[in-house]
Structures are given as C-alpha cells and as structure tokens.
C-alpha cells in the first residue's frame, strides 16, 4: 500500500529539497582554494565531525539493512556492528595525531609520506574503483528500493532526482555545503528514528509487552545458534578489520577528520560518532524487533518500509520520515562526489599538471563530481548482481578489499621497519586475491563449485577470508619489506609524521590537559557501555 502524503508531508519534503540546493548557491563564493573545496577550509568543530560522521555512516542502507536485520536474527544479527562502531575510538587515538600533523588533503597521500608514490596511486585508483562500481551501485540500489516501495516512485526516476540535486549543491557549494547539509541530515535522521520508536513502541503498548510477544531468542545476542552468517570468530576478528578500512582509512569517511580546526576537534568528532554509532545501532535492531511484532508476515527487507507504509505513523510525520530516508541517502552521495573529487583531483591532476594554480583544482574537482553524477545514472544496471539481504552483501564486498589496506596503514603506523617494497607488494597481493573471490562471487559462483580449489576458495565465510587476507597481506607487507635491493621510499617514520603540541600559554596548555583527560574518560566509558551491552544481551 502506497501511503497518501497530506498537506504538510509535502510542504517538508518540499522545504527539505528547497534548502538543500539554497546550500549550494550560500557556499559558492567560499570555495577560494583547493583546501576550501575539498577540507572546508579546516575549520570544522567536534560536534560538526561527530554528527557528519554519523549522518554518512547511517546511509540507506544501513536503514534497510539494520532494521531487516533486527527483524529477522534480533540483536544477534548486530554482532557485525559492534566492534566496527568502536574504531571510530582508534581513528581519535591512533590515526588521527598522524594524519592531521602531517597536513595530508588525502589518505593516499599518506601513504606517499610513509612509504612510496606507488602506493598513492594504487590506493587512490582502488578507492575510486569502489566508490564508482560498488558504493555506489549499492546507495542508488536502497535509494529506488526504499522510494518505491514507500511513495511508488519510479527507480530511474529516484535516481536521478536525488543524483541532481545532491550532484548541485556538491559542485557549487564544496565541502562547506556538504558538512552543513550533513549536519541538518544527522539531526533529521535522529528525530525521525525517536519518531518511529514513539509510535511504534505506542502501538505495541510497552517494551514489556515487545518481550512477552517475540521470542527470547531475539533479546540475545550470542545465543541463536546456528547462525552461520554471524559466525562469532569472524564477529571477533573479522569486523575489527573492515572497521579499520572504513573508519581509518577510507578517504569517503575520513575527510571529515582531516577538515577538523585541530587534532583535539577531530578526536572529539571521532569519540562523538562512536557514540552515536553505537547508540544507533541498538535502536535501529530494535526497531526491526518492533516491526516483525506488528508484522509477522513480512521478511528482512521489507521491514522498514513496512513501518512507513502502515498506519504506525500519523499524518505529518511521514513526511519527517520520508525527508529522514532522502537524507540518509543524500549524505551518502554527496560524501561520495566530495571523496572521489578529491582524490582524482589531487592524487591524479595535481601530479601530472604540477604547475595548476587553486583555481584550477576547484574548477577540476567541480567537473570531476560533474561526471560522477553522470556516473551514477549510467551504473543503474550494474544493481542487479546485488543479493536479496542489502546490508550483508554490502559487508561482503569490504571483506574482499580491506585487509590488505588496514595491513598496511596499521602495520605500517606500528612498525618503523616496514618500507614501501613491502606496501607495494602488500597491496598488489592481497588485492589480487580480494578481487578474485568477488569476481567469483558475482559472476562464476556455480561453476567455481565444480573445481576443488576454487570451490574451497569460494566457499569460505566472508569475515573468515577477511582474517586470513589480512594475515596473509601483513606477512606479504613484513617480508617484502626485507627483500634487498634499492629502497622504494620508506621515507618517513610513523614517529617522524607527528609533531608535539606546543601550547601558547599556560591557559592554553591547562585547557588542552583537561580536553584530553575528557577524551580519555569519554572513549573508556563508551568501551565499557558496549562491552555491558553485550554482557546484558547474552
């Protein structure tokens, strides 16, 4: 049943759409130099981090995925969430004294610092890869999904809406445009999730009444056996390594923090994000869990909009929820166009035109997220290779391409033997196998089954080959950095990259120690949080 949006649903979607584009055309005159269009100028604050680190990890299909989750396994069906939500903790701590000092526009060109110019193009060219065939693919895909299944809206034509107006506001506006309608989108998405727990949980009657209605099996995290998709050695040790590519090293979440005022700001925004993450999640599984209770019939999937199509919801506040739903998806796109503009524009142009002034490499950047925009229409038809269950194909993919990355950003963060021989051979490697087993996955799955070795290949869980691929890949990365020969570029140290605080005064020295023991008790209170979660769960 596709709902009947009344009056003042329509004014909100309406007025959402309207500023939207007004952010574009305020931001275009602030975009003077490179640093302004692709870092905002690095002036953002701890609160602006935290809510856009959140507004883009909270992406449609985070929705769809999370909710359907919740409906089908309960919270056991989060183990692939929990630990992921804390790296945001080692971007503050780890990552971020490194990447902020050494005054990087990109994540690759970190690399280039630490190891060789190899290894920038490499990863630059595999970031971009993904971004177009598979990031993409996938937000487009839950974007004609969700529309049409809720407003009846035709695929194509979701798509190109939202493609065109996030494209707009993306072009003009900068990375200024992009943060600023980050942030209305993060508060959007909160307000419309306590909106759908209110009524939902109203229609139900209680939380007591939720838990007398579902099964226990549900309410526990750890205890639905024979769940092979959630296999607890791959939750353990596989998740924690995807969480490090995508929130330590993934140039699509990471600018955020590389636009901060500050390494204090950036850490500040990173514990925040933490923290909204991991209370996020335990709300949206239990949404899903409030779902199939008022919906026995549906499955996975079908959850969320099941929620909005009904009757759960008043008049007025589906147009929240709808406006919710465009800014999970927006977010996402406009990350996207803002990432992939920054790294061909810098980790591409800039090294074959050296010589191009600031106003050239924003006029390129605009024109780089031009084509994206057309990008995005023209891979519509690539959605079909996606599975039925959104959120756990998406898992999937990260799993194949992640370790060898997470290896060499972290191993080569640890350890000061480490050169660039060994990154190169480490990401060469490690992407090989990664790419392979996708392709199997996607094109060759059945006729891999009749080879013995591909069919072991093909067949072992996803987070299993992530642990083992990023084993391997860290072996690779060890000792190929020993094999003789002329140096390839281990050029700067991990200690090297970070520079002590020198503060100003007295003042401002007690302000950064207090800051930092804040930090300090934040990011151990929220470990214990999780960890009490899932002790209360079990």
């Known amino acids: 049943m596709i709902p009947i949006l009344t009056y003042p649903d329509r004014i909100i979607i309406i007025t959402y759409f309207v500023v939207m584009l ?3 055309i305020y931001y275009i005159k602030s975009n003077q130099n490179s640093e302004d269009y692709f870092l905002g100028g690095r002036g953002l604050n701890w609160m602006a981090i935290g809510i856009s680190l959140f507004a883009i990890n909270l992406s449609g299909e985070q929705l769809v995925g999370l909710v359907g989750v919740g ?15 804390m790296m945001p903790l080692l971007l503050a701590w780890l990552f971020v004294p490194l990447y902020l000092n050494s005054g990087i526009m990109t994540l690759p060109q970190f690399l280039e610092k630490r190891y060789n110019r190899f290894s920038r193009i490499f990863f630059s060219s595999l970031s971009l890869l993904f971004y177009l065939f598979i990031r993409l693919t996938v937000i487009l895909f839950v974007a004609g999904f969700l529309l049409y299944r809720i407003l009846g809206w035709d695929v194509v034509t979701t798509a190109v809406v939202l493609v065109m107006v996030t494209g707009i506001y993306t072009i003009f ?8 309608t980050e942030v209305i989108q993060g508060l959007i998405l909160i307000s419309a999730i306590i909106a759908i727990i209110f009524f939902g949980l109203s229609e139900i009657g209680s939380v007591s009444n939720l838990k007398a209605q579902m099964p226990e099996r549900f309410f526990q995290m750890y205890k639905a056996g024979g769940n092979l998709q959630f296999s607890w ?6 998740t924690p390594i995807i969480g490090i590519w995508y929130w330590c090293t993934d140039q699509y979440v990471v600018q955020r923090v590389l636009a901060a005022r ?20 335990f709300v949206l599984i239990f949404l899903g869990i409030i779902a199939i209770s008022l919906f026995p019939e549906i499955y996975a999937d079908e959850a969320f909009p099941a929620l909005i199509n009904s009757h759960v919801l ?13 800014s999970a998806i927006m977010s996402s796109l406009s990350a996207l166009f803002s990432s992939s503009s920054a790294l061909f524009t810098l980790d591409f142009y800039k090294l074959i035109r050296p010589q191009s002034n600031e106003r050239e490499l924003v006029l390129i950047g605009r024109l780089t997220t031009a084509l994206f925009v057309v990008a995005a229409i023209l891979s519509i038809p690539l959605l079909k290779n996606l599975s039925t269950e959104i959120f756990i194909y998406f898992q999937k993919i990260p799993a194949y391409i992640a370790p060898p990355v997470a290896a060499v ?9 480490i050169n660039g021989r060994g990154a190169v051979y480490a990401l ?10 996708l392709l199997i996955d996607i094109f060759a799955y059945d006729r891999a089954l009749h080879v013995p070795v591909l069919r072991w290949f093909a067949q072992i869980h996803f987070l299993h080959f992530a642990i083992g691929l990023f084993v391997l890949s860290g072996v690779v990365l060890y000792f190929g950095s020993l094999i003789p020969g002329r140096s390839t570029g281990a050029k700067r140290t991990p200690v090297s990259l970070v520079r002590k605080f020198h503060p100003k005064s007295a003042v401002s020295l007690v302000r950064y120690r207090y800051r930092q023991i804040g930090q300090i008790g934040a990011s151990f209170l929220l470990v214990v949080i999780v960890f009490g979660i899932w002790f209360t769960f079990l």
């Open 71 to 85: 409906a089908q396994n309960g919270y056991s069906g989060a183990g692939l969430e929990w630990l992921p939500a």
């Open 428 to 437: 060469s490697f490690g992407t090989f196998l990664g790419v392979l087993r």
């Open 262 to 281: 500050n390494v204090a700001q950036a850490r500040g925004g990173a514990i925040f994000a933490s923290y909204l993450k991991v209370i996020l999640l």
């Open 233 to 238: 050695i791959g939750i353990i040790l596989g």
């Open 22 to 24: 007004l952010a574009g």
């Open 409 to 417: 950003f972290l191993f080569g963060i640890i350890f000061k033997k």
């Open 314 to 326: 008043p008049n007025g506040i589906k147009g929240l929820v709808i406006v919710a739903i465009l």
């Open 173 to 180: 506006g900068g990375f200024r445009a992009v943060i600023f």
